[in-house]
């Protein structure tokens, strides 16, 4: 599969008073686009190199994985999902203006990807957006012209890493001028443009800034209550630990310990507080993606959010957050490794897949590993797979697979598609949390889901 070529966007610096309109973005990589995206506005392709998006880096601590195959649903026929006080609310982040709009009526929810910190070591409190001025005013309207109930909640997006950090936009190091500022320039993007509210979505921070992070959402969920905007916050996911002994993580700069209820004791997770963003924002949405990211060491090859693992999301979170705040947000997106080679590992769509295979393929659903392994002629020599066996005994995944060969390497494509999607739909139906949101819409998702969404919708009215 080729690369697709990155049209990057020029920085809009939004403080000023006039913006050039943007060209639109193409690249529908998961994970990496998004940091070519915001590295792109800020003009700093040397970042490429060295930062890392979204949870990429999340860690598997505990690397015995706990899967099993989530709850089986009708695929012909959409279930009634319902939250804690009705349907599910469907949300989505997107890049992609002209999907967004085309699937407007069947959302909720929608989180233009568009703006990011300027800056890289150092914050100046102003923001960086991929729209110009006249499309955020245009695109607005048409988003509202097509569903009149639609909730325009863009997102700011900074992954922390040695290129780019979040230090002043915070209040770090004093500097609550800079931090009010920033929340200044929010809050008059919001109203400028009649967006329904803001999505925060700072990732990767260490844990000496949980403490500051906080303060400035209290800060900033005043401001936007007062004008009734709402809040949204997106977040690491979180898995209970097995001991009901809880430990205290200790880090400096912070006046308390942090409690060690969960297992993923890294830098992200341990600054996402559930139960203080469950008082203070309005939704919480969980980035449950990444249980087997983009590398061939430990966990390797895998689905990247199977329905268990949600389940023990869900079991954490639901002890912190009110559930009609919580959204869990699944990916679209999978990832295609080497088995014999060390080939690059890269992204992939259901309509990558059907690419791949030249618009027929058969696909393995649900997929059993370890069966494949002990039947697949010559599974023995996937080195890169069968060395992480004993994750997948006993657990077969409701994610798709597509085993192929490319280049003398044999290969496998986990992916999402319309059926994997209903399985976890109804497994969060059970969960009664508030709503689901995507990671992401794009051209390339299997249209079904769209349909299964449109179906739903139809049922509901």
Known sequence: MKKKQVQKPE???????EQSEVPESTENNPLARKKKLFLGLSGLAVALLIGVPLALRQAHSN?????????????????????????????????????MLQYAHLYDQLHPFIYSLKGRHNNNGELVSSWGHTQKLERVAALRAKNPNLKIIPTIFRWENPGE????????????DIRDKHIGIIVKEVETYGYDGIDIDYEGMSCSKKEKFEEFIVKLSGELKARGKLLSVAVHPKTPIDSETVKKKKCGGLKQAIDLDFRENWRGPLTHDYTFLGKHADMVKIMAYELHPRKYRNPGPGPQAPGAWLEEIIEYAGDK???????????????????????????????????????????????????????????????????????????IYEDPTLWYKSGGCQRVAFYMDKVAFSEKMALLQKSRIAGFSFWQLTKDNDPEIQDYLSGLRGALK
């Open 321 to 395: 957050i009110p559930r009609e705040k919580l959204y869990m947000a699944i990916p679209t997106y999978g990832y295609d490794w080497g088995l014999n080679c060390k080939a690059p590992v890269k992204a992939v769509y259901y309509n990558d897949v059907v690419r791949i295979k030249g618009g027929v393929h058969k696909r393995v659903q649900p997929t059993d590993i370890g069966k494949i392994l002990d039947t697949e002629k010559g599974a023995k020599s996937w080195r890169n797979l069968t060395k992480f066996r004993e994750i997948h005994e006993d657990k």
């Open 165 to 176: 950090k979040i230090n002043e936009a915070i209040g770090l190091g004093g500097r609550t």
């Open 63 to 99: 690397p015995q994985v706990h899967i099993e195959k989530a709850p089986g649903v009708d695929a012909k026929k959409p279930a009634e999902d319902t939250g804690p006080t009705g349907p599910l609310k469907a949300s989505s982040w997107s890049f992609d203006y002209n999907v």
């Open 11 to 17: 920085a809009e610096p939004v403080a000023e008073a």
